[in-house]
């Protein structure tokens, strides 16, 4: 079913690094979203009704937050589809992060309001008429939550769209909440005993963790997480294959929402190299990037010397002493400048992100380069891997 829709809805749908390739999934993922919510919302609250169970009320309500959710997710995705303006030169992709947090913030507040009808209902239980209907309309809905949650785990990993991902998480969490209501049916028919409002309050649990996961993951995109390793990896891959590019650092990825992302990046190159054939190499590889990875790229160009086998030898022995002391520590931009009384080594020093014992890797350096030579002395620029 998941292939045929795709296959009916999507066109070029293997092109998920296009962005209208990726707003086809959403488009297509939000709806069938609101039609099988709404189906699932409208059968359980007459089956709640019917049973008077309030387990059962309260899961029906969750689908309709859950279609709910979906309606945003549909409405995000167009708005971001919206072209470059003026005001907004780098797109509206931000959408889909906006459209996110508000599907997170419904659900958590849908959380809130179970929890509170739980509490009411272990406070005061009430008798429940159970049917083989009843019974088999949530099983039925286990069903097809189940097939949601695949559903939303192919659209939004094909796409890399953290709402259809989180939307998938949700669904698993609903196929255990209405598994947890079948448990309360269960044992009120077998044992005559009412667990229906503990059974409410785990669903009003897994309804907030939801909706808590789904909001945090949204901000920390919104704050600027840490970008995709993967497409981190790609982008070193591709440009390190260039002959020429000897190495990279600062490497820095600006998302502007999903399918929007800008890449800044220092390679270092042959000082000895003449200038107009290096420009022509890294204008290449800029295009060639912005081609395979859907990403406008801005390459800077930093010249290394390569010919001094001095110089490297004391680079080689000081970048092999930062790797033995964290191997998360790098340097780059290495310069011998030979005076008459000491020789400074200049170069930027990169440490992780958060890094607390900059003034330890300072005084070991120190330390190090005067056990090479005493007439050394250091000039170090730290820098941090935003990667």
């Avoid at 072209?83 to 459209?99: N, Q």
């Avoid at 996110?100 to 239980?125: C, E, F, K, Q």
């Avoid at 785990?153 to 769209?161: I, Q, R, V």
Wanted: glycine share 8%; net charge negative; hydrophobic share 50%.
């Amino acid at each position: 079913m998941t292939a045929w829709l795709i296959r009916k809805f999507v066109p070029n749908a293997a092109h998920t690094e296009d962005p209208e390739v990726r707003a086809a999934y959403g488009t297509l993922a939000s709806i069938v979203g609101i039609l099988v919510n709404l189906l699932l919302a409208g059968s359980k609250f007459m089956m709640g009704i019917l049973s008077g169970s309030l387990a059962i009320t309260a899961d029906a309500a969750n689908n309709l937050s859950d279609a709910a959710g979906s309606v945003v997710t549909l409405i995000s995705v167009r708005l971001a589809r919206k072209p470059v303006d003026l005001d907004h030169p780098f797109g509206h992709g931000r959408m889909e992060y906006l459209g996110s947090l508000a599907v997170g913030v419904l659900i958590v507040v849908m959380g809130v309001t179970l929890l509170r009808d739980a509490v009411l209902s272990i406070l005061h239980p009430e008798a429940l008429t159970i049917s083989w209907v009843v019974i088999a309309v949530l099983a039925l809905s286990v069903l097809g939550k189940g097939w949601l949650y695949l559903f939303y785990k192919k659209t939004g990993g094909d796409t890399k769209n953290s709402t259809l991902l989180a939307a998938a998480q949700d669904s698993r969490g609903d196929m255990l909440a209405t598994g947890a209501v079948l448990v309360s049916l269960g044992v009120n028919a077998i044992f005559h005993l009412s667990i229906d409002g503990w059974i409410g309050l785990v669903v009003a649990f897994i309804v907030l963790k939801a909706g808590w996961g789904v909001c945090s993951e949204t901000v920390n995109s919104l704050l600027g997480g840490r970008p995709d390793p993967e497409k981190i990896e790609q982008l070193k891959a591709l440009l390190l294959a260039r002959e020429g590019i000897l190495g990279l650092h600062d490497l820095v990825l600006h998302d502007y929402g999903p399918g929007r992302c800008f890449a800044s990046v220092h390679a270092e190159v042959d000082a000895g190299g003449n200038i107009l054939d290096i420009h022509e190499m890294i204008d290449d590889a800029e295009r060639e990037v912005g081609t395979i990875m859907k990403m406008p790229i801005c390459i800077h160009m930093d010249p290394i010397v390569t010919g001094n086998e001095e110089a490297n030898r004391v680079r080689d022995l000081l970048s092999h002493f930062l790797t033995a002391l964290d191997p998360a520590i790098s340097m780059h931009d290495f310069r011998m400048v030979p005076g008459e009384s000491h020789t400074n080594l200049i170069f930027d020093c990169v440490l992780p992100v958060g890094y607390q014992q900059k003034e330890m890797v300072l005084n070991a350096l120190n330390a190090h380069a005067r056990a090479i030579d005493p007439t050394f002395r250091l000039v170090v620029m730290f820098d941090t891997d935003y990667t």
